[in-house]
């Protein structure tokens, strides 16, 4: 596999401290210099349109963001994406969905993120929902299982993640989930897969919410995590903006709340749009220079075996690697270490970034990272 080599494409953020050597592009990834352009078009288009920004960041902006991403995912429509400050804003109006009076049947895993298990946990408190979690591990057998659960019914929703983000672990295959979901909403958290592993929704485009963002493989920031929403799920969700009246017929038929029947039908109010450019000015660069998604998640498996072929190195074996390398897995090694917070630290104060969550230390490898930068890392483990 070839390693590439775009640090020039990053310079504003890896020359403001040299030394430093980010490997948490699984939280915050670098930000490439074309984004720069993007935010300051935001500024400019403020000061030039003022009041009448909105008509552009409505009919050009935002549209262009929502062609951005139906091209990532293979989507037939990309007017079935719309975007919101955050996926927290998105996950409670998918929750919002449902009849109110009756507590929402859940199934889940027991390693979704905390903008959503942390939400069905409190709803949990008060009797709002009822929640099914299938352990992830052993994870060759978790496809299969999670399936058999929703295959057994009496679900309303049912809540996954495409790639795990305290393990990275990696879902392949949905089909089988998809098809035994029934009559359940389908939605799949994909922010840990999004632009960095190739991602084909169409088949499921019809089928499954798609919920992801800028901020992490996107390398866009904050401030534009978007879904995609399939036709005729979720129609009338009951936590809704004005925004979402936007395309809805002028008149009801039956005096109740209209809604936009593509996408916008989940949309909020009024919000910051510099994610937006942000988020378009990184897919024009990577759509000009012919960076895919297959090509980032290639060289970035390349860069992850330069550096497990060196293991053991320092505290850091191969043995304690949660997802075994025959395992499919994300842009990020997890490694289960007793200290995983001592380790961090000590790697913190030598100038290398990483994370670690609980008892799990998380390493992730990026387009902006070459050979040299693993070995340099790989020698600052060395020392610990």
Known sequence: MTILDLKRQFSRFLTSEP??????????????????AGQ????????KLIDGKWGHVLGAVLPGAQGHVARQLNLPDPESVVFAPNTHELVTRLLSCFPAGQPIRLLTSDSEFHSFARQVARMEEDGLVQATRIPVAPFDTFAARFAAAAKAGGFDLIFVSQVFFNSGFAVEDFSGIAAAAGEAMLAVDGYHAFMARPVDWSRLASRAFYIAGGYKYAMAGEGAAFMHCPPGWGERPRNTGWYAAFGALSAAQDSRTAYAETGWRFMGSTFDPSGLYRFNAVQDWLERDGVTVAMIHAHVRALQDRFTAALPVGPLTAAQLVVPQDQPRGNFLTFELENAAVVQQRLAARKVVTDYRGTRLRIGFGLYHTAADVDALLERIQDL
């Not at 300051?40 to 000061?47: G, K, P, T």
């Open 40 to 47: 300051q078009q935001a500024w400019e288009d403020a000061a």
């Open 19 to 36: 030394d430093r050597l980010h490997f948490a592009a699984h939280s915050h990834s670098c930000w490439p210099d074309a984004s720069q």
